[in-house]
């Protein structure tokens, strides 16, 4: 599984978006984060960032560029992330 989180910074003002989570371990624990999620089979990162923050908020958002990687083994269902 890949999974994606995506920085999103508006350009005329500058300001980052930021999302409570509605499911996952963060639900209800008045946390912000980035918009994040995994990848369907096959797509683009920079399309799976955009769709993944389209569905979290409804804001539409332009994919740049790649910020970071990272690798980690025995995620959930024991598959690597």
Not at 25 to 51: M, Y
Not at 52 to 65: I, M, P, W
Request: aromatic share 8%; glycine share 16%.
């Amino acid at each position: 599984q890949i999974g994606i989180g995506a920085v999103v910074v508006n350009s005329t003002s500058g300001r980052v978006l930021f999302v409570k989570e509605a499911v996952g371990p963060l639900k209800g624990k008045n946390v912000w984060k980035i918009p994040t999620g995994l990848l369907e089979c096959g797509e683009d990162l920079g399309e799976g960032a955009e769709r993944e923050v389209y569905e979290e908020t409804g804001v539409r958002a332009r994919f740049d560029k790649v910020v970071g990687f990272r690798h980690s083994h025995g995620v959930q269902f024991g598959k690597s992330d």
